[in-house]
């Protein structure tokens, strides 16, 4: 079963109200019977004293006198009543059934100390339980002399009453009857009202719901009034707004994307187009058509090269590609950098020079970090005057290793430094038709370091020209 708000709220609403009420009828059941018991206990110490004060004694033998008018067993709810001298001899039984033996057992060796005692008893056995009181009480001789003051003036006895429990309960399982009847009618309008609520809980996520629905694809963005938002829907509304913040930003990015890639194949396609028509519009010889050939495979190795980097850039958003991690020296991979920058260095008469760690190892995508340091060589090399030298530089620092890379060419101006790593931005601002930049190398690194973990950043402090930095960690 699919989980639903509705169904957890109402379940939620309906066993808080069942345990409320529960423990309300509990205690309230609870209460009740702790003061009937209360009362029968009350009610059978006054007729075990008004018993009591009924005890006669002379020489040495108790008696009970019953008197006319004045016995409390003559009516039908009367208690059950034994009276017993300490020697265990049954001095006085109500007419109701008692199993007097009991009562000896339970009494024999029970000092005056231990008086009262209360206690639960089957006085027969087909009736059901009894609340029993035993109060040890101490009855003057008669025959005894003035002013003796030894225990044989006195004569000990046990007075017994006892009450059936059945009224009370009878009384506590009707109370019960009633408690749970109201449980259950509690639970019926729990359900109901919980219903209610339930939903009226969710209507502000079946608002949010909507609202949502309504995003225009064109231009994602989610209106909603702060004051009708709840106070624990703000951060889904939040995030869902940061979340849609970025799907515009990345629509943006597309559409400019697209317009600067139709830009860019413009000039090359129409350049091979042109040049076709023209050879065609009369026949020529041997040598221009092997220069318009010449100059034909030229724009098509430009177009082929900003074909590979817009592909690069699609298989870096959709996370296409995957890190092939080896162990590699990193001498190894400048030396592969450099030899794929050399032809361009060589004719724009660029040096190269190479300061490198000794020894340095990581673990990495040995292509994917020649591809970088190649994209950051080229982008040096590119902006060096003629006769300039660009440098690379290997170390190892705080747990990672850096390989940076400066030109002395003119720099990135201060406002072009927060864009200099976004696709088709170039830092000389001027877009030169055929000049085989294209404003992507530097997005290309960008996007392959984060690939790799590692970072390419622009040394805000380097001054003369531009330095880029690799950094790499090592574990």
Not at 10 to 32: D, E, H, K, P
Not at 123 to 149: F, I, K, N, Y
Not at 278 to 289: D, F, G, K, N, T
């Amino acid at each position: 079963m699919r989980p639903s708000l509705t169904r957890r709220l109402l379940t939620l609403y309906v066993v808080t109200i069942m345990v409320v009420v529960g423990v309300a009828g509990g205690t309230v059941w609870v209460l009740m019977r702790r003061a009937l018991y209360a009362g029968l206990d009350a009610g059978l110490n006054t007729e075990a004293l008004a018993l009591a004060s009924r005890l006669d004694a002379e020489y040495g033998q108790v008696e009970f006198e019953e008197g006319e008018g004045r016995s409390l067993i003559s009516e039908p709810s009367s208690p059950s009543v034994q009276i017993l001298d300490d020697r265990g001899r049954i001095v006085f039984s109500s007419p109701v059934p008692a199993d007097g033996q009991t009562f000896v057992e339970r009494l024999s060796g029970v000092g005056p100390e231990g008086s009262p005692m209360w206690f639960t008893e089957h006085l027969a056995p087909a009736e059901g339980l009894s609340r029993v009181l035993a109060l040890h009480v101490v009855v003057p001789r008669e025959d005894a002399a003035a002013g003796d003051g030894d225990d044989s003036a006195t004569v000990g006895a046990w007075v017994v009453v006892a009450r059936s429990l059945a009224p009370i309960d009878q009384t506590l399982a009707q109370l019960a009857s009633v408690l749970a009847s109201a449980v259950g009618a509690a639970m019926l309008a729990a359900f109901a009202g919980g219903l209610v609520v339930a939903r009226r809980g969710t209507q502000p996520v079946r608002a949010l719901a909507e609202s949502v629905g309504r995003v225009d694809p064109a231009c994602p963005e989610l209106q909603l009034e702060a004051a009708r938002v709840p106070v624990e829907l703000e951060p889904i509304v939040r995030t869902t707004q940061r979340l849609l913040k970025r799907v515009r930003g990345e629509l943006l990015r597309q559409r400019q994307l697209t317009a600067d890639v139709a830009h860019d194949l413009r000039t090359p396609v129409a350049g091979v187009r042109t040049l076709l028509d023209v050879c065609l519009q009369r026949e020529r010889s041997l040598p221009e058509y092997v220069a318009a050939m010449e100059k034909a495979r030229a724009a098509l190795r430009e177009l082929s090269r900003l074909l590979d980097d817009v592909l690069t850039l699609s298989r870096l958003d959709s996370c296409a590609d995957e890190p092939v991690w080896t162990q590699v020296r990193v001498k190894d991979v400048v030396a592969a950098a450099v030899a794929t920058v050399q032809p361009l260095a060589a004719a724009r008469n660029v040096g190269i020079d190479i300061t490198a760690c000794p020894g340095a190892e990581i673990r990495t995508d040995r292509g994917k970090l020649v591809k970088i340091v190649s994209n950051l060589l080229s982008n040096a090399v590119e902006y060096s005057a003629a006769g300039a030298a660009v440098h690379i530089a290997v170390q190892v620092e705080q747990g990672a290793l850096q390989i940076a890379v400066t030109d002395g060419g003119p720099g990135v101006p201060a406002e072009m430094r927060n864009r200099i790593f976004d696709r088709f931005v170039r830092a000389d601002a001027a877009r030169a038709p055929g000049d085989g930049h294209h404003g992507l190398g530097l997005p290309i690194a960008a996007g392959l370091a984060r690939l790799l973990d590692a970072e390419v950043k622009l040394d805000a402090q380097h001054e003369c020209g531009s330095r880029f930095v690799v950094r790499l960690p090592l574990s």
